[in-house]
């Protein structure tokens, strides 16, 4: 039974997925052939033939049970190299005594994880871009990591345990998740070994809704006991529970940190609390923070708002301001609405638009809608949703705070034909009516109607005039809606006074009820009127509509008419689990808005490599947008303020320059995580006058920490800083990466300012995106326990590079598996124990010197490639076109072997090339297979000759020549087995040979229709003038005024289009007259592998001009400069075709 070594990437076979098996010892060529037996089910029997292929792709159930073997080896291998490099402290790195020249050091930093849980891949794939290619270079590297604690989450997850245990019991039971399994048991934090796994086990409902509610059920499904879990009720054992972890899981990896530097932070740190402290002071003094009241996301159940981090959805989401109009509701007050006698009763219409408030025809609700009658004051009810009024009542727009009181329930067809007075409003009066489409989850469920410029007001309107079913179904009385035209407020150059009516008119729009259309044409209208619109009424008549809105918001507030009201853009909801809301709060900010502090980061971001335009683009929106950011919060873990105990900065305002905090965590904790032991320099020692002397900002102080001490802190900040890169995913732009730039400007001089960001998109697990609830989730230790530390960094590798989502592919990490045991046998093999075998001397063939030239080539590619951050690209140059390389020479000296030195040279280069990416595997070829002394990773950049980039292209022409002789030699025999009709089929009568016909160069016609293209192409736009300009050009030249330009015409115009289209493909060297190289060189120095590979006795290489007439002679015409031909005779019609051109004695090779 054959061994299954590995699985082929996923292709398709139609609509099917596809996996090939590979086994072990098969050749590549009978993989191959299976592979197009797979790949070809559109030709004859090709339901058959999908059937069979079928049965011989690995299911799912066979790719866990193929051989680990190999697997296993690669793990065995980085738990040695690991320990090595452990002992050796290989990745512990200090300050230098004197500055560091230009590329001296490298400053490499992410993001300090959440630990709230283990660490995933997409961890993985940032950290993994980290570095390794500077150490590689000789470039001296540092790479600390530490834990992140700040903040809402842990404290939300620690309570809710707490209320299920109080709730369901202790280990709870609950109502309807009953697992069908028992968790697997996990050790204790303090003996987790490297093969620890967390195995996700979810409950048969668990696995049908897709996520649990419960935090405890969340904690089992990571393998954890019911009397460990109840231990994560404190807080405090999140911290020291997880970090330990996070550290082994990096470490499995092969992460080349410092983990002397590490630290976790909040006041548990005692070190790190005053570090945050001694920022939050300078902030102050230099007027960057403040205290007042604005919106802010809010989260109820926790009392205090809700930051970025302390979402479990709505990341990114800010308050947006309405305006809200009070339409007061004219008495008398019937049925439903007779309690509210006696107060003034408002329904409160939330408008982004208050300038057209002067075209009110009547308001809108939703007949089905829930609202209420909610107190305001002791004397104002609005009528409301009740999530606006909720919303309310953390505005101070509720007559009890935070609490909203519901008078009376409505509905919304109790609201249906109201009288009410509108601020504005040119009709004395407007009526109450019924609108098809609310959403009661944005505003208030309470909408101003302006038909004159809303598209949905104007076809609402008109639904109602125009169908008097419609009216009964509602009970809308005819003088509620047919009295009241559109009235024009506002002139749109594009679309007139009118403008809903003209655009919905003009798109045909039917009905209310066109959703599309209607939102098609509300971006036509609102874009246009406010940008271009002129005011035709009012106090600010012929006033341009952007510069009257504000005025006109303002009269509404002031005059009583309306109220400022906000609400999260979408939903948002806590970590807590409750929906947020926008309150007015009064908390600390930091003045992210202010000019002078916008100014500077600005001028930091101009200075930053990032990589991408489009992360550019990012961050000059987040800096276009960015105001006050609430940085205090009430509730969680974190560090008080110096000034102010009663509030905790938050969690994205504790971790803005902490990269400074790296270099000198080695001193202050000793190796320590959390700071708490009896460490030379004391906590409470490093006052701010310390803290000013180590980070540049004062003189030496008065301390009891020794004057050596104090200066080793700040040469190691001076030697690191600034940090040369932070690699992070894109969704940090928006503000943790933004803060840093804005605090590195205000904390720090303009040379220590960051001088790059990578930020790549989201990690996709085979196409789709990772997530718990849906299973499609890996941990970094999964990850590495299933393919190993290698070929998970290879699959990241390969998973892609942009801002765009990444895609790692499990059968790719898994393939990488066969890939680089593969390779190591080989240099074992083929190399080292065949040694005495190979070829010595200096490289002199032609394969030899295009070996040697590719291997230049990716040397200097991959380099550019790792500088650009392009892991994917330098895995492409540095691994995948090596192989591709090293294959061709192999085949290539099949008969004189392969040169010594330039295969060691290879296998020496190719490892250096794919260190960064998989360094555990460069440690072993180094040292076990070649025993080589030092370290892979620091064994230094491979040196390059100069990249022949002509003699590349001669190879590359040589190989598809090659191919494209295999299938005329194939049609040729093809067609020599042919019987005549009636006779039988005869073989050919003597040995093949080939007579391969070159053409130096194009000439006559050619070489004048190609002068004529090279004139009328544009290297900048990659495009040609139109075809009338080169059928004009020529007819003036020389050719077309030989003759008949009609014939001339249908001669050349052909050529015309195939050299138009290759160029387009293949680039402007299409229409160069000769190729660069010598084509009959090429074919002489190959003449050996020509034979070998079609079989032939003989090959002659003849210059086109050698051919005379005949059959053979008029096949050799066909021959152009890249496009040789070749004619299959028998080795005595090529003597005899060669001596008719003049050649009275020949030599055949």
């Not at 039974?1 to 990437?9: D, F, H, L, S, W």
């Not at 606006?388 to 249906?416: H, W």
Request: hydrophobic content about 40%.
């Amino acid at each position: 039974m054959p061994v299954v070594m590995g699985i082929e990437p996923l292709t398709t076979l139609g609509a099917l997925p596809v996996r090939i098996r590979v086994y072990e010892n098969e050749s590549f060529t009978a993989l191959r052939r299976r592979r197009r037996r797979c790949y070809s089910g559109n030709t004859g029997g090709s339901l058959r033939r999908i059937l069979r292929c079928i049965a011989t792709m690995a299911s799912d159930g066979a790719e866990k049970k193929m051989s680990t073997e190999r697997r296993d080896k690669l793990l065995g291998i980085e738990k040695i190299i690991q320990k090595r490099w452990e002992d050796a402290k290989i990745f512990e790195v200090d300050a230098s005594d004197e500055p560091p020249k230009p590329g001296e050091k490298y400053f490499g930093n992410f993001p300090y994880p959440y630990m709230n849980g283990v660490l995933h891949l997409g961890h993985a794939f940032s950290l993994s871009k980290l570095a390794a290619f500077q150490r590689l270079c000789g470039t001296k590297v540092l790479l600390p990591m530490g834990f992140h604690c700040t903040g809402m989450p842990i404290k939300a997850c620690a309570d809710k345990l707490v209320r299920e245990s109080e709730e369901f019991g202790c280990p709870p039971v609950f109502p309807t998740e009953v697992t069908d399994e028992a968790p697997a048991p996990v050790a204790n934090k303090e003996e987790v070994p490297v093969e620890v796994k967390f195995k996700a086990k979810k409950s048969k409902a668990v696995a049908k809704s897709g996520a649990s509610k419960y935090q405890w059920t969340i904690m089992r499904s990571l393998g954890l006991e019911d009397d460990e879990i109840a231990k994560f009720r404190d807080p405090l054992y999140w911290l020291e529970y997880f970090p330990p972890i996070a550290k082994n899981d990096l470490k499995f990896f092969g992460l080349s940190c410092d983990w002397r530097r590490s630290f976790i932070t909040t006041e548990a740190n005692p070190y790190y609390d005053s570090f945050v402290r001694w920022q939050f002071e300078h902030l102050r003094e230099k007027k960057k923070v403040g205290k007042d009241l604005r919106y802010a996301i809010y989260s109820p159940l926790d009392r205090q708002p809700c930051a970025d981090h302390d979402r479990a959805s709505g990341e990114g989401v800010a308050p947006q301001e309405y305006v809200l109009i009070k339409m007061e509701v004219q008495p008398p007050f019937t049925g439903k609405l007779k309690p509210l006698e006696g107060k003034k009763v408002f329904l409160a219409a939330a408008t982004l638009r208050p300038e057209t408030m002067y075209g009110q025809t009547n308001a809108w609700v939703l007949a089905d809608g829930d609202y209420g009658a909610y107190e305001v004051s002791a004397t104002e009810v609005f009528v409301v949703t009740a999530r606006a009024a909720l919303n309310m009542a953390y505005q101070n727009l509720s007559r009890v705070p935070q609490q909203p009181t519901c008078l009376v329930e409505l509905k919304g067809q109790d609201l249906i034909g109201l009288t009410v007075v509108s601020p504005l409003a040119k009709n004395p009066v407007v009526y109450v009516l019924p609108m098809l489409n609310i959403k009661t989850d944005k505003g208030t469920g309470v909408v101003t109607s302006v038909p004159s410029d809303s598209p949905d007001d104007y076809m609402a309107l008109s639904d109602l005039k125009s169908k008097p079913a419609l009216r009964a179904k509602f009970n809308v009385q005819d003088e509620w809606v047919l009295p009241f035209e559109v009235l024009p407020i506002i002139n749109v150059p594009e679309f007139g006074d009118k403008s809903a009516e003209a655009v919905c008119i003009s798109m045909k729009i039917k009905s209310q009820n066109n959703r599309d259309d209607l939102e098609a044409a509300k971006k036509m209208t609102y874009l246009k009127g406010f940008t271009d619109g002129k005011m035709l009424v009012g106090d600010y008549a012929r006033m341009k509509v952007q510069e009257a809105k504000p005025l006109i918001k303002k009269l509404l507030v002031e005059s009583g008419q309306a109220v400022i009201y906000s609400e999260p853009e979408k939903k948002v909801i806590s970590r807590s689990g409750d929906e947020c809301v926008v309150a007015l709060t009064d908390q600390w900010y930091l003045q992210y808005a202010e000019e002078e502090w916008k100014s500077q980061a600005e001028k930091c971001l101009t200075q930053m490599e990032l990589y991408s335009d489009e992360t550019r683009r990012l961050f000059e929106h987040a800096l276009g947008w960015l105001n006050q950011w609430a940085c205090s919060r009430s509730f969680g873990l974190g560090t008080k303020f110096p000034w102010d105990q009663d509030f905790l900065i938050e969690s994205l305002s504790d971790s803005t320059i902490y990269m400074a905090y790296y270099t000198l965590a080695h001193i202050l904790q000793e190796g320590d995580l959390y700071g708490k032991g009896d460490h030379a320099v004391k906590p409470n020692q490093m006052t701010r006058n310390v803290w000013d002397f180590v980070f540049g900002m004062g003189p030496l102080p008065e301390s009891e920490i020794p004057v050596e001490t104090l200066k080793r802190m700040k040469k190691e900040f001076d030697y690191w800083y600034p940090f040369d890169l932070r690699v992070s995913g894109k969704d940090l732009i928006q503000n943790h990466l933004t803060f840093s730039i804005y605090n590195h400007t205000a904390m720090f001089p303009e040379e220590r300012w960051p001088r790059s960001f990578r930020c790549n998109g989201f990690l996709l697990l085979n196409g789709e995106k990772m997530a718990k609830s849906t299973g499609n989730f890996l941990t970094i230790r999964d990850a590495v326990s299933d393919f190993s530390a290698d070929a998970t960094r290879f699959g990241l590798a390969d998973a892609g590079d942009s801002v765009d989502d990444a895609n790692f592919v499990k059968l790719t990490a898994n393939s990488a598996i066969l890939r680089l045991t593969k390779e190591m046998a080989w240099m074992s093999d083929e190399v080292i124990a065949a040694e005495k075998d190979l070829r010595k001397g200096s490289p002199t063939t032609f394969a030899d010197r295009v070996f040697e030239n590719e291997i230049n080539i990716a040397i200097n590619q991959t380099e550019r490639n790792y500088k650009a951050l392009m892991f994917r690209e330098a895995l492409k140059s540095g691994f995948y076109d090596l192989q591709i390389a090293r294959d061709e020479y192999r085949l290539a000296c099949s008969s004189l072997g392969m040169n010594r030195d330039l295969i060691f040279r290879f296998a020496d280069v190719q490892t250096r090339l794919l260190t960064p990416i998989c360094p555990h595997y460069a440690e072993y070829v180094r040292s076990e297979i070649f025993h080589q002394e030092g370290f892979a990773v620091t064994a230094g950049w491979p040196a390059s000759g100069t990249p022949d980039l002509t003699l590349q292209r001669a190879n590359k022409f040589f190989q598809s020549i090659l191919a494209d002789f295999r299938k005329a030699l194939q049609k040729h025999l093809a067609a020599s087995k042919k019987a005549k009709k009636g006779q039988a089929a005869v073989p050919p009568a003597a040995p093949l040979a080939g007579l391969i016909y070159v053409a130096e160069k194009y000439e006559g016609w050619k070489e004048e229709s190609l002068k004529i293209l090279q004139s009328c192409y544009d290297s900048g736009s990659k495009t040609f003038t139109s075809d009338v300009e080169i059928l004009s050009r020529l007819r003036e030249s020389s050719v077309g005024q030989s003759g008949d330009f009609k014939q001339i015409q249908k001669k050349c115009m052909p050529f015309v289009k195939f050299k138009k289209d290759e160029t387009l493909s293949v680039g402007p060297q299409a229409l160069e007259l000769r190729l660069p190289f010598d084509e009959r060189w090429v074919f002489e120095e190959n003449l050996e592998l020509i034979k070998a590979q079609l079989g032939l006795e003989s090959v002659m290489v003849v210059p086109v001009s050698s051919s005379s007439s005949g059959k053979i002679a008029a096949a050799a015409q066909a021959a152009s400069p890249g496009s040789p031909v070749i004619v299959f005779v028998t080795v005595p019609e090529m003597v005899a075709a060669l001596a008719s051109n003049g050649v009275a004695q020949v030599t055949v090779s």
